[in-house]
């Protein structure tokens, strides 16, 4: 286990020492550095070395340092993200496992059928059509927005759902109603694409399983159909996926910056918008490299806990290479 | 009763406690969708009409105020003023017991004396003053005005009585202490700063002496207010306003439409047939003291010819602008001041246009013009990208080759600060400050506002400046006019822009919502507004 927890820092390093690179090069075209007589490489570990400290410069246009923006933004997206992803692993898990069992049967078809249908959606123009039937006719939601404005969430951790706790006791339901109020339309639009990729990965997975000799036996033995899922299927169908679900992250935080202009959702894409448009580019850099950052970490985080709980995971890695 | 049956009444009781509190906040606050955040929270320093209409009324007092119904100048901070004889020196009277706000930053120990009133001017005339160093001397109104060239000095007369020398007469100059740039900032609070080392923060966290005081904000999402409740008029009924930044128009009527917003600012056009529909919104609309023009460089080849400036402009189909573009909410310009200014002259006919084919305007046509607009709304045009569009397409059936390149505000303001600025045209406009014509005039025509950024054409021509001068010399109505008409009539003839539309002024709010001043100088005031 060490010697695949080394390799996987190993890759993040290596990785992270990349998207810098790319970064130094682009600023260099931008001549957002000083120019100095240093030969390029002592100026690039330069760059690195100020990035990880946080110092990701000041930006141009508010003044403040990036880092501190980002840190205000971030998590904002970030709650949406895990909102997301709870959601997908609550409704695609169950569909998942139901496709999977039923294979070369029309409720798999008509499952990765509307799931398909699903993927195919492009994000923005759900969203807008959800406002315009959910918020606008039918009033059930707020178009926009985290939380009602005129109640007073103080900024601690900066989620919502969690700040909540620091108002007093009978302002803490109506303030968590009103996040989970806004929280309920981007949710449901951003969790569209990793539900698919849930139910697609987890019925192959499952489906693989279920023609494994011990679910066989298991049958024989006379168990039930629900208990061969819950006490032997599911938990041997779950883990391969995760490193693919855990690379999905990177596509659900693209999604999350754009949902966020159609929801106004106060997080770091509506942030790196209104960057480009004033093209504030020592902000914009800040942020990609923070974003590809959080991309590469959580899939190697994901790979990590992958290979604690599904120690398979670890010999395919080693035959891999 | 068993324990789910107890669970369900616990819910039950929490939602509708949940409810009540919730009624009692809304009840107790405003939300005011707006479309620009302020970059900061001293008008002093802002060029956006917009973003100071979030911050100078409900911050701030001035020395004097612009009574929005009659149009008169009434006491502010100054409950009474004497301008001598010769028009050079005005005495201003402060009041006594004004507050200055108690927030978590600072404790006032005393109430707005001659020493704020000081403080407040001296940043903007002395530039060895630390906080002139400090925001680099960008004062964009009072340098466009040139206020600070004609104040010969500044002078304290008692703890409660100021004193302006000037060095020529300026008819204009009470109507720019009452304008929304001219506030009163806390001298306490700036020497509390900068012992501690932290003055930029005067200009970010802010202290006056206005109805609200700010709380918190979130970048480009909110800002909060509460009330002051020592403010010297009697504090606003409203304990809560909220200025919710959504620039997107669409966006803010579905927030009205939802009860997310209280008041919306400027619908478009195409909106307002939804707002006319539902009956418990409604719409404040007045003759707006603006207009969006046409810029033409006369820096820079081909628009520094004033013959390629009156071709082009003879091409624009304005009446087409306001049929699409804003849907008739606006009136078609004729010159630079809207109709209701009292120095506003008749212009009966569009520039000449040349109709034959010169071999300089042949010539012009053969290079690409770049045309600049912006890429949000302003009060004096809801579409400045179609009206953009729009123009485009005229020039390009008169044979021009034009690109239209989109640009943020702060973007333009960097690029308008430069020596050299690449644009052939620029879609841009002006709302008034205050009721002085000067206003219109100085701030976009004189050569300081080339310096500055804000004379869009970068035309700089001496005989408009001595009219300029002449105008404001003279307290006389009829010599004012006089040289407003000869003003007007230089411009007329030099086609420095193409004045296109002066635009309606709208708003749109709920019906539960009372007492909203519309200033027809700036924002809206929230002072006295309540909830039924």
């Known amino acids: ?321 | 009763m068993n324990a789910f049956s107890i669970g369900t009444v616990m819910c039950l009781a929490f939602l509708l406690l949940g409810c009540d509190q919730q009624k009692d906040v809304k009840k107790l606050g405003l939300v005011y969708c707006t479309e620009t955040a302020p970059h900061t929270f001293n008008p002093q320093l802002e060029s956006s009409i917009n973003a100071i209409a979030v911050t100078s009324r409900h911050l701030y007092d001035r020395l004097v105020e612009v009574d929005p119904i009659t149009q008169q100048l009434v006491g502010g901070v100054a409950n009474n003023w004497q301008v001598s004889e010769d028009g050079l020196r005005y005495r201003f009277d402060l009041r006594q017991g004004i507050h200055f706000h108690k927030t978590d930053y600072f404790s006032p120990s005393r109430n707005l004396n001659a020493d704020d009133v000081i403080l407040s001017f001296e940043r903007i005339l002395d530039t060895e003053h630390p906080l002139y160093i400090l925001a680099n001397g960008d004062y964009p109104f009072f340098n466009n005005i040139g206020f600070g060239s004609n104040i010969r000095k500044l002078t304290k007369l008692s703890e409660s009585a100021v004193e302006f020398e000037l060095k020529r007469p300026d008819a204009a100059f009470l109507a720019n202490l009452a304008s929304d740039y001219a506030v009163i900032l806390s001298a306490e609070y700036a020497d509390k700063l900068s012992q501690s080392n932290q003055l930029g923060q005067l200009d970010q966290l802010p202290i006056g002496s206005g109805p609200f005081y700010y709380v918190n904000q979130r970048k480009d999402h909110f800002i909060r207010y509460y009330r002051h409740w020592l403010h010297w008029r009697g504090a606003p009924p409203m304990q809560q306003l909220v200025f919710d930044i959504t620039p997107t128009s669409s966006i803010r009527l579905a927030k009205l439409l939802t009860g997310q917003c209280d008041i919306m600012a400027q619908p478009a056009a195409n909106q307002l047939e939804v707002l006319k529909a539902r009956e418990e919104l409604l719409v404040s609309v007045q003759a707006g003291l603006n207009v969006s023009y046409l810029a033409f460089n006369t820096q820079k080849p081909p628009f520094a010819d004033v013959r390629i400036r009156r071709n082009v402009a003879g091409l624009v189909n304005k009446q087409r602008i306001v049929d699409s573009v804003y849907l008739s909410t606006a009136d078609i310009a004729e010159g630079v001041l809207s109709p209701s200014s009292w120095a506003y002259r008749h212009q009966s006919r569009s520039p000449e246009q040349d109709h034959l084919v010169y071999p300089y305007i042949e010539k012009a046509k053969q290079d690409p013009i770049e045309l600049w607009v912006l890429n949000e709304a302003k009060s004096y045009n809801p579409q400045p990208r179609k009206t953009a569009e729009l123009i485009r397409n005229d020039l390009v059936n008169g044979g021009y080759q034009v690109n239209v390149r989109l640009l943020d505000w702060q973007v333009l303001r960097r690029y308008l600060r430069a020596p050299e600025v690449n644009y052939d045209l620029l879609l841009v406009g002006w709302s008034t400050d205050n009721s002085d014509p000067d206003d219109f005039f100085r701030q976009q025509f004189s050569c300081d506002a080339v310096e500055q950024g804000y004379n869009f054409s970068r035309w700089c021509n001496g005989h408009f400046e001595q009219l300029l001068n002449a105008a404001t010399a003279s307290t006389r109505l009829a010599d004012r006019v006089r040289n407003y008409y000869k003003i007007q009539k230089i411009i007329e003839q030099d086609v420095p822009i193409l004045p296109l539309t002066h635009a309606l002024k709208m708003y749109s709010y709920n019906d539960s919502v009372h007492g909203i001043t519309w200033n027809p100088y700036g924002g809206v005031s929230f002072n006295n507004a309540y909830r039924k």
Request: with cysteine; net charge neutral; aromatic share 12%.
């Open chain 1, 1 to 321: 286990m060490l010697r695949y927890f080394i390799r996987r820092i190993n890759l993040l390093v290596i990785t992270f020492l990349i998207i810098n690179l790319i970064a130094f090069i682009f600023q260099q075209n931008q001549n957002l550095f000083v120019k100095t007589d240093d030969f390029w490489f002592k100026q690039y570990a330069l760059f690195v070395f100020q990035n990880i400290n946080g110092d990701l410069g000041v930006s141009s246009i508010s003044g403040k340092p990036v880092f501190d923006e980002l840190v205000s933004f971030l998590p904002a997206t970030l709650e949406l993200c895990f909102a997301a992803f709870l959601l997908s692993f609550i409704i695609g898990i169950p569909l998942g496992t139901l496709a999977g069992i039923y294979h070369q049967h029309w409720i798999r078809n008509l499952i990765l059928s509307v799931t398909m249908v699903g993927y195919s959606i492009p994000v923005f123009w759900l969203a807008l059509l959800l406002v315009m039937n959910s918020s606008l006719m039918l009033g059930w939601f707020p178009v926009s927005g985290r939380y009602d404005l005129l109640l007073e969430i103080p900024q601690v951790t900066g989620f919502g759902i969690v700040d909540v706790m620091w108002l007093e006791p009978q302002a803490r339901w109506p303030a968590l109603m009103s996040i989970l109020s806004h929280l309920a339309l981007p949710t449901l639009v951003l969790a569209v694409v990793p539900t698919t990729e849930v139910i697609r990965q987890l019925s192959n997975s499952m489906a693989k399983v279920m023609s494994e000799n011990y679910i066989k036996a298991a049958a024989t033995k006379g168990l039930s159909k629900w208990q061969i899922v819950t006490r032997h299927a599911l938990h041997n169908a779950l883990p391969p996926i995760l490193p693919s679900l855990g690379l999905q992250f990177g596509n659900v935080l693209t999604m999350a910056m754009v949902l966020e202009v159609v929801f106004a959702w106060p997080g770091i894409g509506r942030w790196l918008i209104s960057s480009i448009y004033q093209q504030d580019y020592i902000a914009i850099q800040g942020g990609m490299l923070a974003v590809a950052t959080l991309v590469i970490i959580t899939f190697v985080l994901t790979d990590l806990f992958t290979a604690l709980i599904h120690p398979l995971r670890r010999r395919e890695v080693y035959a891999q290479h």
